[in-house]
C-alpha cells in the first residue's frame, strides 16, 4: 500500500492510508471511536466530545530514529496529558491511541449525561428510533441512571417547521452543527443557522421561504438524533418494519442510488408501498447524497390518477383485445410504423421496443423530447473511465456550459460545487446568470443562442480563460441545451468535443464531455438506437403507426397536436392518462420504476440497475414485457420471461451493454468512507450499497481508438429587440415543476416549494411595454401558443430575451426549445 503509516491503536499495530482522519482510519481497520458532531464528509469540529481517546507517540532514539523499548521490551510512548478528539486528529507514523481505558470510559459516560440531561424520553415515538445513533451510543457507552433533577428539564418547542419539508424537534436537538455545516460546507445554500447561547441554543432557518434548499432532507439523514424528520416520514412507520430496496432516481441524468424503505400498507390496499426514499452510497456517482426531488417525488408511482387498465378509443378493455387492437393496426400500416420514446423508458424496455419497429422493416426510433444532441460525442469522448468528481481539485477544471445546472442535474452541481471548493477552476458560461455562479470562479456570459460560436471562438475573446482550461491536468466539460434549437445543440456539442481533443482531455478518468440530457436514461436511448433526429424526421413526415412509449408531446410542445393528427393511429404506453394517451386509440398501462425491475444509463454512461420495490398498480405490466408480447405476435420470437433475460440478450446484442448482465450490475466493492447501517452515529442513516455499483461504458477514447475533430456548424440564434414586439423566447428547466410524473407530490407536500408561472424579463426591456415586476402578461410564441403568466423584472434575461421555464403551466404547454414571441401585459 503506498504512501501508508504504522499506529497503534489498543495495543494492535495496524497500517493506513497516511494524513488521513483518525477517526476515519479507526473505522476502516474495524476499530469503532463514537462520535456525534463528526461526519466522514465535512471537516471536523471537535463540538461533541464523544471521541475523546488517549493518544500519545512512540519514542524514538534522536541519533538511530528507532524506537526505543521499556525494561519488559514493549515500545516506549509519550502521552499526552490530557485526552483527545480523535476526530480533530490525522493519523502520522508512530501514533498510538487507546479507546478502552477507564478514562476513556468515563469521558464518553460523562459527554452522554450531559446530552441527555434535557433529551426527551422520545424513543417510543420518534421516528429515529431503531436507527438512532443517540440511542445506540448510550446503550453501549452511557449511564444507566440519570441524576439530572426533572424540575431543571429544558422544556422547548417539539414540532417547529423550518420549512415545509423538514421539522425540527427543539428538545432532541444536541448542537452537533451537523446539519449547519452540511449546508454550508456540501451544500452551498447557509440557510441554517444557530440562535441564542447555552443550554437555549437551536436552529433556525434563515432565508424566505424556510430551509430553501434542494438538498435539505439530506440533513435528517446525518442528524444523529430525531430532531430533524422529514413531513413526507414523519410518524409514517418504524425502521424496523421496513424493507429496503436498492434502486435508481429516475428524475435526471445523475442516476443517483437511491433506497426504497417500503412495507405493506393498509393504506395500499396491503401492498408493499414506498414509506420514504434514502439515498444509497455510491462514491462514483452520488457519494451518499440525493436532491430533495429524487426524495419526495416518488408520489407518482401510487397516484390515484394512475392508468390501471387498458383503453381502445377510451375504454377499458382486456390485455388480450389491446394486443389485438395493436397488432391489427400495425398489421395495417405497411410497415409505416415508429416509435419515439422517452427517458424513463428502461433498456430493456428501448431494447423490446427496437425490436418491435425492426421486426417490421422500420428504424425510425426517436427520442422525446428532442432538446438535446451529441449522445454520439459522449459515447466517443465522454468522461474517462473511472472518473469519480470527488477527485476533481487544485489544477482542475470543469466547464459548464448552456444548462442550468443545479435544476437540470442538482447532484452534478452539489459535486463541482465542491472541487471549486478544493480549489478546480469552475467556470460557468451562459447567456443569462445561472445558481451555479455563487459556486464558480469564473463566470462568462455569450450571446443568447450562441453558445457554440462563443465556445469555437473562445481563443479569440477569452484567450486566458482558454489557455487557463488547455493547461488544466483534468478538464471536464458539462454540455447543456439550454437557449438553443436542436442543431444548436449539436454544434454545441460537436464544439465541446472537439476542444477536449484538441486539447488533449479525452480517454483519462476525470476528462471528457458530460451532458445534462433529460431523464434517467437519455445514454441508454442513444446505445440502444434512439436519436432526437429521428423524431425530427417523425415530425416531419408522420408514419400511420406511431407508438410513443412513456413520453407526453401534447403536454410538452405547443407544436405536438398538429404532427400527432397526422398519424392514423397512435399506441402510447405510459403511466397517466395524459393527452397523448386521451388522443390515442390504444393505451397500454405501464409499471413505474418502483414496482419492476430495470437498468438506467446515466450521464456518465454508467449501466445501474434497480428492483422491484412497490407492488403493482392495477392492470400494469413493465413496458419490456408488453413490448415484447407484440414482438411475438409479429413473429420476432417468443416472448422473453424477464427483465433480467432481456439485459442478458442486450449484452450479447448491443457492444455497449458487453458485461452488463445483472450479475456484474449487482456487484460491489468496499468503499471509502464506510457507511453502514450498524454504526449509524458515523456516516448517518444513507444506506451501504448491496445493490451494485453498475459497469460503466467505456468511450471510444477509453478503447484507444482515435477520435479526430468534428465541423461545428454554429446556429445562431436570431437578433430581435423588444422595440418592435419580438422577443428571444428562452425554455428554461426548473427541477420542482409541473410535469405528470411530479404533480402527485405537489398535491401530497410540494406544493409551496413549486412556482407560480413566470416569466422573466429585463428592466430595459419590460420598461417599454409598460410592465413592471409582478404584472400578468401574455407570452405569445410564434402564433402557436399563448400563456397568461406573472412577469419578473429581476435582472434573470438579457436584454431582447424573455426566460420562460417549462412545466409550470400544466394547461397549456410552453416551447421545448428557442423560439420567437412576444410579451404584453394583461389584467389581473
Not at 410497415?335 to 422500420?362: C, F, H, K, Q, W
Not at 430575451?801 to 403551466?809: D, K
Request: charged share 20%.
Amino acid at each position: 500500500m503506498a504512501d501508508t503509516v504504522k499506529i497503534i491503536i489498543d495495543d494492535k499495530e495496524f497500517e493506513v492510508p497516511a494524513g488521513i482522519n483518525l477517526v476515519d482510519a479507526s473505522k476502516w481497520v474495524d476499530v469503532d471511536i463514537p462520535v456525534f458532531c463528526y461526519h466522514p464528509k465535512m471537516a471536523p469540529v471537535g463540538m461533541c466530545r464523544m471521541c475523546l481517546v488517549e493518544m500519545g507517540s512512540l519514542v524514538r532514539d534522536k541519533d538511530t530514529k528507532q524506537v526505543v523499548m521499556d525494561d519488559t521490551g514493549k515500545p516506549q510512548v509519550r502521552w499526552f496529558p490530557k485526552l483527545q478528539t480523535a476526530c480533530t486528529s490525522t493519523v502520522s507514523d508512530g501514533l498510538v491511541i487507546r479507546t478502552k481505558t477507564n478514562q476513556v470510559i468515563d469521558a464518553e459516560r460523562n459527554v452522554l449525561e450531559f446530552l441527555l440531561t434535557s433529551h426527551p424520553l422520545d424513543c417510543p415515538v420518534c421516528d429515529k428510533g431503531g436507527e438512532c445513533p443517540l440511542q445506540n451510543l448510550t446503550m453501549e457507552h452511557g449511564p444507566s441512571t440519570s441524576r439530572m433533577d426533572f424540575k431543571d428539564k429544558m422544556h422547548l418547542d417539539k414540532h417547529v417547521p423550518l420549512g415545509d419539508l423538514i421539522f425540527l424537534d427543539e428538545e432532541r436537538c444536541i448542537q452537533c452543527a451537523r446539519c449547519i455545516r452540511f449546508q454550508g460546507e456540501i451544500a452551498g445554500d447557509d440557510v441554517l443557522a444557530f440562535h441564542e447561547r447555552g443550554r437555549a441554543l437551536q436552529i433556525i432557518t434563515v432565508s424566505d421561504p424556510g430551509f430553501d434548499s434542494y438538498f435539505s432532507g439530506n440533513t435528517t439523514d446525518i442528524c444523529p438524533v430525531g430532531a430533524l424528520t422529514t413531513e413526507d416520514f414523519r410518524f409514517g412507520a418504524r425502521p424496523w418494519e421496513l424493507t429496503n430496496v436498492p434502486s435508481i432516481c429516475p428524475h435526471c441524468p445523475v442516476g443517483c442510488n437511491i433506497t426504497l424503505s417500503t412495507r405493506l400498507d393498509r393504506d395500499f390496499g396491503g401492498r408493499s408501498m414506498i414509506k420514504r426514499v434514502m439515498p444509497r452510497q455510491n462514491e462514483q456517482v452520488n457519494e451518499i447524497w440525493i436532491c430533495d426531488k429524487g426524495r419526495f417525488g416518488h408520489h407518482f408511482t401510487r397516484s390515484e390518477g394512475r392508468l390501471v387498465r387498458p383503453q381502445v378509443n377510451g375504454k377499458e378493455v382486456s390485455w388480450a383485445e389491446a394486443l389485438t387492437a395493436v397488432n391489427d393496426a400495425i398489421a395495417n400500416a405497411a410497415g409505416s410504423v415508429a416509435a419515439i420514446a422517452g427517458p424513463g423508458m428502461t433498456n430493456e424496455d428501448l431494447y423490446e421496443l427496437r425490436r418491435v419497429i425492426t421486426t417490421l422493416g422500420g428504424d425510425q426510433l426517436g427520442v422525446w423530447p428532442p432538446t438535446h444532441a451529441g449522445a454520439d460525442l459522449v459515447a466517443q469522448v465522454g468522461v474517462g473511465a473511472g472518473t469519480n468528481l470527488s477527485g476533481l481539485g487544485k489544477g482542475d477544471a470543469v466547464l459548464i456550459i448552456a444548462t442550468d445546472l443545479e435544476e437540470e442535474a442538482p447532484v452534478w452541481r452539489l459535486r463541482i460545487k465542491q472541487a471549486c471548493d478544493r480549489g478546480a477552476l469552475v467556470v460557468v458560461a451562459n447567456a443569462r446568470t445561472t445558481s451555479m455562479d455563487q459556486f464558480s470562479r469564473q463566470q462568462v456570459r455569450y450571446n443568447t443562442g450562441d453558445a457554440a460560436g462563443f465556445l469555437t471562438n473562445l481563443g479569440s475573446s477569452h484567450a486566458e480563460l482558454r489557455q487557463s482550461l488547455a493547461d488544466a491536468k483534468n478538464l471536464i466539460v458539462v454540455a447543456g441545451a439550454e437557449g438553443l434549437t436542436l442543431d444548436g445543440s449539436r454544434a454545441l456539442m460537436q464544439a465541446a468535443a472537439n476542444f477536449l481533443i484538441e486539447t488533449g482531455h479525452t480517454g483519462q478518468a476525470n476528462n471528457g464531455l458530460m451532458a445534462t440530457f433529460p431523464g434517467a436514461n437519455g445514454m441508454g436511448l442513444y446505445y440502444l438506437g434512439y436519436t432526437p433526429e429521428a423524431t425530427q424526421a417523425i415530425v416531419a413526415n408522420p408514419p400511420k403507426v406511431l407508438i410513443v412509449a412513456q413520453a407526453t408531446p401534447i403536454e410538452d410542445d405547443p407544436a405536438a397536436g398538429a404532427w400527432l393528427s397526422q398519424v392514423d393511429t397512435i399506441i402510447t404506453l405510459g403511466l397517466f392518462p395524459d393527452e397523448t394517451a386521451i388522443r390515442a386509440t390504444v393505451a397500454l398501462p405501464i409499471q413505474s420504476f418502483a414496482e419492476r425491475d430495470g437498468s438506467y444509463v446515466n450521464g456518465e454512461r454508467r449501466v445501474q440497475r434497480f428492483y422491484t420495490g412497490q407492488g403493482p398498480m392495477g392492470e400494469a405490466l413493465p413496458a419490456w414485457q408488453v413490448l415484447s408480447r407484440i414482438a411475438e405476435k409479429l413473429g420476432a420470437g417468443r416472448a422473453r420471461l424477464s427483465a433480467a433475460a432481456v439485459m442478458q440478450e442486450i449484452s450479447q446484442q448491443v457492444p455497449a451493454f458487453a458485461g452488463a448482465r445483472y450479475g456484474e450490475l449487482a456487484k460491489v466493492v468496499k468503499q471509502y468512507p464506510l457507511i453502514g447501517r450498524e454504526d449509524v452515529y458515523y456516516g448517518g442513516t444513507a444506506y451501504d450499497n448491496k445493490g451494485g455499483l453498475g459497469v460503466q461504458i467505456p468511450t471510444a477514447s477509453d478503447n484507444g481508438e482515435t477520435v479526430a475533430a468534428g465541423t461545428v456548424s454554429v446556429d445562431v440564434a436570431p437578433v430581435v429587440g423588444g422595440s418592435d414586439g419580438d422577443f428571444l423566447v428562452v425554455p428554461t428547466v426548473r427541477l420542482y415543476n409541473r410535469e405528470r410524473t411530479f404533480q402527485p407530490s405537489e398535491a401530497a407536500l410540494m406544493a409551496a416549494r413549486i412556482p407560480a408561472p413566470y416569466v422573466e424579463i429585463s428592466s430595459a426591456d419590460a420598461g417599454p411595454l409598460g410592465i413592471t415586476d409582478g404584472d400578468m402578461v401574455q407570452v405569445t410564441i410564434a402564433n402557436t401558443a399563448a400563456v397568461i403568466v406573472r412577469a419578473h423584472v429581476n435582472g434573470g434575461a438579457p436584454a431582447g430575451s424573455i426566460v420562460l421555464p417549462r412545466h409550470l403551466t400544466p394547461d397549456a404547454a410552453t416551447p421545448l426549445a428557442i423560439s420567437v414571441g412576444q410579451v404584453m401585459r394583461v389584467e389581473d
